[in-house]
């Protein structure tokens, strides 16, 4: 069973992904408590979650593309060694960092001639293929059904 994880507006998400990126734990915490209504322990555990996503922030595209090389042939201890040489990132974070892409959080950014996801939902939804667009928005984004079903509906 998948774990529970709260939504959290798209602008307090990204404050709190920023706060993280800065040190600033405690006022990220704060902010998805406030934007959530969850107790202290699980808006820890969600901003915990935000810290390899925070990271990805410092490491350039050639590092993020070696390390998931890495991280795909089993080598995740060698990924957080390189990502660690490679960037600003001290121990810990390069290891939040590769943990975060092997649980799938990071997502690999679209080659530049991939249309964005919303545009290729959006032709579904005009073909009226509405089962192929819910489960290329639970794949590519790891959301449930009802999740991405609110965000097909919310696209124009």
Known sequence: MKPFVPYVMPEARARAVALVAEGDMIPAVRLIRQATGLGLKEAKDYVDGLKGEAYARTVPADVQAKARAMIAEGRWKDAAKFVRQETSLGLRAAKDYVDAVRAGLIPVEPPVDRPMLSD??????????????????????????????RF???LH
């Open 120 to 149: 290729r939902v959006r032709a579904f939804k005009t073909a009226g293929d509405l089962e192929s667009a819910i489960a290329l928005v639970c794949a590519e984004t790891g959301m449930r059904r009802d999740e991405a079903l």
């Open 152 to 154: 097909i509906e919310a």
